[in-house]
């Protein structure tokens, strides 16, 4: 029998991993994940104050017991909006905060595995780490299944066909400028839904897309729900909730 922990290489002291824990389903982690996740000295976590985290929820099952982790907690998340001043220098000080506290593990000679929803480059938290610490320690970062791809998998709608162009969107856009991206271009995945999704809605109904996009909630995740988003919520979903508008390129 194969040692998938020597496929996938070993945790190096003193260097900090951007673990991509992928879109929820924790069967979804790559090999030097899963290896990575289980042999760091130290698992370290974002959270939202009072939940446990959805990443560290995401590797549960690969945690065992008496696991040195630290806790990452946010002072704030949609309480405010994220134009609000006070939002980002209440944020700009956590990631500095966040950066010290890793620091310190670092300079210990520990291995320290961060863990990152989807994959870490990919409108994550550790992006921020990564840009404070990236010339100051090892890193490695450990790519993950986004939770887009995760959720049209989930979908069971291929994405693109051809030469269709994908767009990737915000739903905090302005409603103008969302709907003339979506407009210009075959494919759309709209994330950060969550308390934009009346306008998202109005967007893409305005776009001529209605009949096209699919609403994803928690996808691959426990409780999730895919059903097309003409019959979705009308206002207000999760923040692990997604809008994807298919492409309907060439086909052979």
């Given at each position: 029998m194969m040692d998938l922990?020597?496929?996938?290489?070993?945790?190096?002291?003193?260097?900090?991993?951007?673990?991509?824990?992928?879109?929820g389903d924790?069967?979804?982690?790559?090999?030097?994940?899963?290896?990575?996740?289980?042999?760091?000295?130290?698992?370290?976590?974002?959270?939202?104050?009072?939940?446990?985290?959805?990443?560290?929820g995401i590797v549960d099952p690969l945690m065992g017991p008496h696991r040195e982790e630290l806790r990452l907690e946010?002072?704030?998340?949609?309480?405010?909006?994220p134009e609000d001043p006070?939002?980002?220098?209440?944020?700009?000080?956590?990631?500095?905060?966040?950066?010290?506290?890793?620091?310190?593990?670092?300079?210990?000679?520990?291995?320290?595995?961060?863990?990152?929803?989807?994959?870490p480059f990919f409108y994550g938290s550790f992006m921020h780490i990564w840009r404070r610490l990236d010339k100051v320690f090892p890193i490695e970062v450990v790519p993950?299944?986004?939770?887009?791809?995760?959720?049209?998998?989930?979908?069971?709608?291929?994405?693109t066909w051809g030469d269709d162009i994908l767009s990737v969107l915000p739903g905090t856009m302005g409603e103008a400028q969302l709907t003339r991206r979506l407009a210009d271009t075959d494919?759309?995945?709209i994330m950060?839904?969550?308390?934009?999704?009346?306008?998202?809605?109005?967007?893409?109904?305005?776009?001529?897309l209605l009949s096209r996009a699919i609403y994803v909630e928690r996808g691959s995740?426990?409780?999730?729900?895919i059903m097309p988003l003409s019959e979705g919520p009308e206002a207000g979903s999760p923040y692990f909730s997604m809008v994807l508008i298919p492409g309907q390129g060439r086909r052979l």
């Amino acid at each position: 029998m194969m040692d998938l922990d020597a496929i996938a290489g070993t945790a190096r002291g003193g260097t900090l991993y951007g673990i991509g824990v992928g879109p929820g389903d924790v069967s979804y982690l790559t090999l030097r994940a899963a290896a990575l996740v289980r042999q760091v000295d130290v698992i370290a976590f974002f959270a939202k104050r009072g939940l446990q985290g959805n990443a560290r929820g995401i590797v549960d099952p690969l945690m065992g017991p008496h696991r040195e982790e630290l806790r990452l907690e946010y002072p704030v998340t949609n309480e405010i909006p994220p134009e609000d001043p006070s939002y980002r220098q209440q944020i700009s000080r956590f990631y500095e905060e966040s950066a010290e506290a890793l620091s310190l593990l670092l300079r210990q000679g520990k291995s320290v595995g961060l863990l990152a929803e989807g994959d870490p480059f990919f409108y994550g938290s550790f992006m921020h780490i990564w840009r404070r610490l990236d010339k100051v320690f090892p890193i490695e970062v450990v790519p993950g299944v986004t939770g887009m791809s995760g959720c049209w998998t989930r979908a069971n709608a291929p994405i693109t066909w051809g030469d269709d162009i994908l767009s990737v969107l915000p739903g905090t856009m302005g409603e103008a400028q969302l709907t003339r991206r979506l407009a210009d271009t075959d494919a759309a995945v709209i994330m950060k839904v969550g308390n934009n999704l009346a306008k998202v809605r109005r967007a893409v109904t305005a776009a001529g897309l209605l009949s096209r996009a699919i609403y994803v909630e928690r996808g691959s995740m426990k409780g999730e729900r895919i059903m097309p988003l003409s019959e979705g919520p009308e206002a207000g979903s999760p923040y692990f909730s997604m809008v994807l508008i298919p492409g309907q390129g060439r086909r052979l």
